[in-house]
């Protein structure tokens, strides 16, 4: 027991924006590599378009993979800057704890 | 209020259209077009929209071709002319200079005589205009004429008619004329400006003569006169209109570079451009980078992207767009223009060009991807364009790049019907078609939209390979693996088993490394066949990923291994996971102790567990030491841990479940959402038990530890502790104190109701201030607002948001809004649109789509219910409640419609919705359609939404009828067939005669028609619809089979055999082209005699078809269910006496089944099973007529409710004893994709199980009708 499987761990996610059209998936990832495992890289593709959407997200298997990439001045793929920053963590219900209100519960 | 309306209208239009002036200088096609649609959504174009618009056709659309600019003006003229636009002098002026700038050719003279027939006057700016107009076309002699107006009526003659007489001459030629005007205007007081020398320049520019041109400048210069850059960039313009490219770089040298430079020269490129000019444009466009710093809004480094998308928009050639390209690239202007330009192309669907750029960028070693042709693919998918599909296969085939799979699911195979053709395709065209991407990509789109034998079938085409595995996981659950191995192997014959012997063995493994388990009762299954297969090797292997054995087995097997002295960890590990799933933890208990020194982490782990799920603390706490005795370093994990927390909390041992926590930290145990999640719900437990010191100690554990981060969510315990005690002093301390310590201010929402339910102002008031203090008045306002919302005080929450300066907050209406919709609050959400009604900035069209999307999830709520109780005496009373909630989003509607409220395109879908699943046959389709053409023909936008309200759009009509105004004629058979579809015959008649009386040629189509003749039939106008039917026949329309079939039923209820000839006849050459059957008037026939009590004559009628049928096997049996099912129906006894002789006459002499079978399931459908046994008894073959009863089965199977479960099962059971027939019938059904109910599965599963054999589908849970 205690099987703690990797894919039930945490993720830590970096939220990459301005990505040129040009890149997918595989080139992301392999960049983002160099920092640390990388989990998952989503990077959703518009399917009325067929192009995507300039936005991904990429999940390193450890704080430490998260925090090198952070820690780099700039991120230039293809000779273009990419834009990243830490991607807070999804909580239970967070489209209300995001509101920066009162709660409502 | 239309006016109120137009005026907003008009000021955002104009803000629109202004800022995009403002900033670059220009407009595009597109905003345009968007402002010119909305205009004409609205209905009520102002004057002034009219002139906003004529007047944005001309120079401000530099991206679009000279003719088709004056093209969008016409459009724009006609459309706003006919919405009831009216036009003064000032819009044929706009018009006019829209022509000018678009250099239109047109007939002055013609223009002057449309403005008299329109009886506008024109005025000074018309003349010179005209003159213009005469001049740019060299006709001085016109231009004249116009002049002779303009001194008769003594209007003055300005610079601007003198400038354009300066152009006159000189485009006939004549430049000394041209340079004389300059000393006429002189003579006439008039000094020559700018204006005229720079009509002076470009008629220097249109020649060439770069000299006068450089003396003009030089002379301006001199007299301290100043051309502006946009001056000077219109003489640029004319020297490369006229052919003289070389000289441009002489006027740049002149440009001063004012405020407002780039969007002047961005203007001038793109206007070159689009006419062709894209060299000098490109000339224009480099002088501009070191200025371009300022003004850059696309990519950081890149410039010229709107240059290449032009020219990509004006379809330069390749070599033109290259040739740019690499200029850019090697100014170090942009770093990767050819990306940019493919990306231009394939954003506009240019697939020629876009590969094109691809071969480039290959010749240039850039890399291409697949998904560079997505864009091409996707349009080509939209249309079912199969040759462009495969074209773009083939052009990637070509440039190296080979599709991937996602390239094949998502864009390219759902755009075929059937993948062999694909494949077939692709081979014709020299595309590989054999490729992993492919197979893959084939096996995913099976699984998504094919069926199961498909993908069975790829697997074994393809041997099934780890990706597959991987893709099946990836898409379905593990029981779907189970699934699909057991049918795999079943599959497969023998030999095939062995020869792949090692395949599946890998495949086990595989499953197993991927830690795959199959539910036991599938793992049984495959068990069995490889038993069969004679395959021990792999029953062996097969057991990896079956871990659930029985309990018997399984005590067997530890037994024998105990008795042989070999481990039996693994099995004891087994056996008490199954007692565990079994909740059997007496004996699990006792298998432990029995066996303890042999007992593995994973056993304690699930026995935790299980303890812990019976509220067993001690055993729990127990076990959890005793496996820390054995191995300190162990872990559990996160939710067994949670678990232990959790009974400790309840049982009161706080510092255990404290102590559990601080283990949890020190052994690092993973949090999830999910964990966070749990943790709320143990805290959320301790709450509602009242423990506020296990709430507070617990959640500060976790916080501290943490194990977790403070959200208002997990905070919420705190107060709910003291909410559930009625405390509510103690909850806001506690709320306060929260915000305080972590910044959340949990339950403040039921905090506030609570005290305005006990109407404790004072703690309000503190509450209030607090909330104001720390997160401003606006904050407290809303918080306020919704409590008194919430508790129903009215009054107060509309003094509240009347509060002077109050704004919309959408994040705030919305969380209220949904919290309503959540909690079907149907009154507060009401009271909520109705009082934000004045608030400042407040979305109405959102509001009131909120209360609809509450209408149509109550409405969909009563639905449901109703389904399941359809059978119950409340559907009554179900029908009801819906009809009130169906009306009330038509209340929402109107109300709408007095706001002056124009809905966005999903509201107007979800009220479709709601309209329909209410069951009102109103087809929406029609109505947008009317609503699009109604508003075109400038009626009311409200009429078309009482369409939906069929009876007050009669009233409308004939409100309208008084005042003359017509509708088009679509509107008003969509008006009948509303109005027959409510059962309003009189009125739907009274509709048709004024449409006949007021349309010429007006006749109803098929459609209206044909529910014209029901609603007669369903009034008993027999003979109105026999007429209704003949018009329709007669003038060549097609009635709706429906139509008929309820006609020719009526006329046999009434007996009336001549009238079902005539209709026979009338219908003769349609009823095979609509399907009507030629039982419909046999049978009618039958039951008309029978209605005369003629039941001789009915017998001898019917009687010979089926003996003549028999002879004729190719011909389809006839069914006379129809007569059967009147006849039970209407209790004529007699009649089905006769009939049942008949059919068993039929079956005994001629071995005629059907009428007897059908008679049988008639008997059973109409419950009179007693009859349907006698029957069965008499006639014992009727149970072998399978392809009766299945057809019946599925048939039943669609309808909802029990009825057809008893139905069924039913059948099933007269096959009850026979599970060869029962497997073949399940094939069937299967095969032909009908949906089994759970009873059928049920039953199956127990006539397999009782032959001992596996039964291959996740059988259903057991209900109270299983046997």
Redesign the interface.
């Known amino acids: 027991m205690a099987a703690t499987r990797g894919s039930s761990r945490r993720v830590f996610e970096l939220f990459v924006s301005r990505i040129p059209w040009t890149l997918t998936t595989k080139e992301l990832k392999d960049y983002f590599a160099q920092f640390g495992t990388v989990r998952k890289c989503m990077l959703p593709f518009d399917k009325e378009t067929g192009f995507h959407k300039g936005l991904c997200w990429v999940g390193f298997s450890s704080e430490e993979g998260l925090h090198n990439a952070l820690q780099k001045d700039s991120h230039i793929l293809e000779g273009v800057k990419l834009q990243i920053r830490q991607q807070k963590p999804r909580s239970f219900r967070s489209q209300y704890a995001d509101e920066g209100v009162a709660d409502m519960s | 209020s239309i006016q109120n309306k137009q005026a907003q209208n008009f000021d955002w239009a104009l803000n629109k259209l202004d800022s995009s002036v403002r900033r670059t200088g220009r407009i595009t096609r597109a905003l345009l077009l968007r402002i010119f649609h909305d205009m004409c959504r609205t209905g009520y174009p102002s004057s002034n929209q009219a002139l906003l618009l004529l007047r944005s056709c001309g120079s401000l659309l530099p991206e679009v071709p000279l003719c088709e600019r004056t093209e969008l003006a016409h459009m724009i003229w006609g459309k706003l002319q006919d919405l009831g636009a009216v036009y003064d002098a000032s819009h044929y002026n706009a018009l006019l200079k829209v022509y000018l700038q678009n250099e239109h050719k047109f007939s002055p003279t013609e223009f002057l005589s449309k403005m008299e027939e329109a009886n506008v006057q024109p005025n000074r700016v018309t003349y010179q205009r005209l003159i213009a107009a005469y001049c740019n076309e060299g006709d001085i002699e016109g231009a004249s004429k116009i002049l002779g107006f303009m001194k008769m009526k003594e209007l003055p003659i300005t610079e601007a008619v003198f400038s354009s007489l300066v152009t006159g001459h000189a485009r006939t030629g004549d430049m000394e004329n041209a340079e004389n005007i300059l000393s006429v205007m002189r003579d006439a007081g008039i000094e020559p400006g700018p204006d005229t020398y720079l009509a002076l320049l470009n008629a220097y520019a249109e020649k060439g003569d770069i000299n006068n041109i450089k003396q003009i400048l030089e002379k301006v210069e001199k007299m301290e006169g100043n051309f502006m850059d946009r001056d000077l960039m219109q003489v640029i313009f004319s020297l490369a209109k006229a052919g003289y490219p070389q000289y441009v770089q002489d006027i740049m040298s002149h440009m001063r570079y004012e405020r407002g430079y780039i969007p002047d020269a961005m203007n001038l490129t793109l206007n070159l451009i689009t006419q062709g000019l894209e060299d000098t444009a490109f000339q224009i466009f480099k002088s501009f980078p070191s200025l371009l710093s300022e003004n850059h809004s696309e ?2 480094m890149d410039y010229g992207n709107f240059f290449l998308r032009h020219c990509v928009t004006t379809d330069k050639p390749l070599s033109k767009l290259k040739q740019f390209c690499d200029e850019l690239k090697e100014a170090n202007m942009h ?2 223009p050819l ?1 940019f330009t493919l ?1 231009c192309a ?2 506009s669907k240019k697939a020629d060009l876009a590969i094109n750029l691809m071969k480039t960028m290959k010749e240039e070693g850039l ?1 291409l ?1 697949p ?2 042709c ?6 080509y998918q939209k249309e079912k364009n199969v040759q462009g599909t495969i074209g773009v296969l083939k052009a990637m085939h070509e440039l190296g790049v080979e599709p991937d799979v996602e390239t094949y699911t ?2 390219v195979l759902t755009n075929f019907d059937d993948i062999q053709t694909f494949r077939a395709l692709l081979q014709e065209n020299d595309c590989p078609f054999e490729t992993e991407g492919l197979s893959v990509a084939e096996l995913r789109h099976e699984a998504i939209y094919g069926t199961l034998e498909n993908v069975l079938s790829l697997c074994k085409y393809h041997q099934f390979s780890v990706i597959l595995v991987e893709c099946f996981l990836l898409f379905f659950s593990t029981e779907a693996v189970g699934y699909f191995l057991y049918n795999l192997i079943d599959s497969m014959s023998d030999s095939e088993v062995q020869a792949k012997e090692e395949h599946l063995r890998q495949y086990f493994h595989q499953l197993k490394k991927m ?1 795959v388990v199959i539910p036991t009762n599938i793992y049984r299954g495959i068990h069995n066949l490889l038993d069969i297969y004679h395959v021990p090797e792999l029953i062996k292997v097969c057991g990896y990923i079956n871990t659930e054995l029985g309990v018997s087995a399984l005590e067997e097997e530890l037994e024998k291994l105990k008795a042989e002295k070999q481990p039996i960890g693994n099995v004891l590990k087994q056996l008490i996971v199954a007692l565990c799933a079994e909740e059997n933890m007496q004996k699990a208990l006792e298998v432990k102790a029995k066996y303890e020194p042999d007992m593995v ?2 056993g ?3 026995l935790i567990n299980l303890c812990c799920r019976h509220d067993n603390v001690e055993d729990a706490m127990n076990l959890k030491e005793e496996v820390f005795r054995k191995d300190s370093s ?4 996160t939710n ?1 841990y949670l678990a232990l927390v959790q009974v400790l909390g309840k049982h009161g041992r706080l510092e255990d479940a404290i102590n559990i926590l601080k283990e949890m930290k020190e052994k690092d ?5 999910t964990t ?2 749990f943790f ?1 719900h143990i805290l959320n437990a301790a709450a509602m038990r009242g423990g506020v010191e296990t709430v507070n100690r617990l959640h500060e554990s976790i916080l501290m530890l943490g194990l977790a ?1 403070p ?3 997990l ?2 315990p705190l107060i709910t502790v003291h909410l559930e005690k009625d405390d509510v002093p103690a909850a806001l301390e506690a709320t306060i104190d929260c915000y305080k310590k972590y910044g ?7 905090i506030l109701c609570r005290l305005i339910e006990q109407g404790n102002t004072d703690l309000l008031q503190k509450a209030m201030d607090f ?1 104001s203090q720390e ?1 401003g008045e606006m ?1 407290m306002l ?2 306020i607002f ?1 409590a008194f919302l919430n508790t129903g005080k009215y009054k107060e929450a509309k003094k509240i948001i009347e509060t002077p300066g109050l704004r919309a907050r959408p ?2 209406l919305q ?2 809004a949904e ?1 309503c919709i959540a909690a079907n609050q149907m009154e507060t959400l009401e009271n909520m649109v109705e009082m934000t009604q004045k608030l400042f900035e407040c979305d109405r069209e959102q509001m009131y789509y909120y209360l609809l999307k509450l209408c149509s999830k109550l409405t969909e709520n009563l639905l449901f219910c109703s389904i399941r109780n359809c059978y119950s005496s409340d559907s009554f009373l179900f029908t009801e409640n819906i009809s009130n909630d169906w009306q009330k989003a038509d209340a929402t509607w109107t109300k709408m419609q007095e706001e002056n409220v124009i809905p966005r395109e999903r509201t107007l879908r979800l009220l479709a919705d709601t309209l329909k699943n209410n069951g009102q046959e109103v087809p929406f389709d029609v109505d947008v359609n009317a609503l699009l053409y109604a508003t075109s023909m400038q009626c009311d936008i409200a009429i078309v939404f009482f369409f939906i309200l069929c009876v007050e759009a009669y009233n409308i009509l004939l409100e309208a009828q008084k005042k003359y105004i017509m509708f088009p004629p679509s509107a008003y058979s969509t008006l009948i067939k509303a109005l027959l579809a409510e059962g309003c015959l009189e009125e739907a008649i009274k509709v048709k005669n004024i449409a006949e009386t007021h349309i010429k040629g007006f006749t109803l189509n098929d459609a209206a028609s044909s529910l014209l003749i029901i609603t007669q039939v369903r009034r008993d106008y027999l003979k109105d619809a026999m007429s209704t039917l003949k018009t329709v026949v007669e003038s060549d329309m097609v009635p709706i089979p429906l139509a008929v079939t309820r006609l020719i039923q009526a006329l046999a209820m009434k007996g009336d055999l001549e009238s079902i000839c005539a209709v026979e006849k009338m219908v003769e050459n349609l009823a095979a082209s609509i399907g009507l059957s030629r039982m419909l008037f046999v049978n009618n026939t039958v039951l008309a005699h029978i209605k005369n009590n003629n039941l001789d004559m009915a017998v001898e009628y019917i009687e010979p078809l089926f003996i003549s049928g028999m002879q004729n096997p190719d011909s389809p049996i006839p069914s006379m269910s129809y007569v059967f099912r009147k006849v039970i129906e209407e209790r004529l006894e007699p009649a089905l006496e006769k009939l049942s002789a008949m059919a068993e006459r039929l079956v005994n002499q001629f071995g005629v089944y059907k009428p007897a079978t059908d008679l049988f399931l008639q008997y059973v459908d109409a419950g009179r099973v007693d009859d349907a046994r006698f029957l069965l008894q008499r006639c014992g073959g009727i149970a072998e007529q399978k392809k009766i009863l299945m057809a019946f089965i599925a048939k039943s199977s669609q309808k909802p409710g029990q009825i057809k479960e008893t139905r069924n099962l039913f059948v099933m059971k007269l096959l009850d004893n026979d599970l060869a027939s029962a497997k073949t019938l399940f094939e069937k059904v299967k095969a032909a994709n009908i949906h089994t109910d759970e009873i059928f599965l049920k039953r199956l599963a127990v006539l397999l199980r009782n032959a001992g054999e596996p039964v291959p589908f996740t059988e259903p849970p057991v209900s109270v009708f299983s046997d």
């Open positions: 990519s950081s770093s990767s990306q990306y394939l954003e890399p991807r998904h560079y997505w864009p091409l693919l996707v349009g998502n864009y830690n982490v994973g304690y782990a699930a162990v872990a559990l994990d067994k145990i993973p949090i999830k959402d966070v999640t709320f981060k959200s208002t969510n905070c919420s959340t201010i949990p339950r403040l929402h039921d909330m997160r904050t809303y918080d919704f994040a705030r969380w209220f919290k």
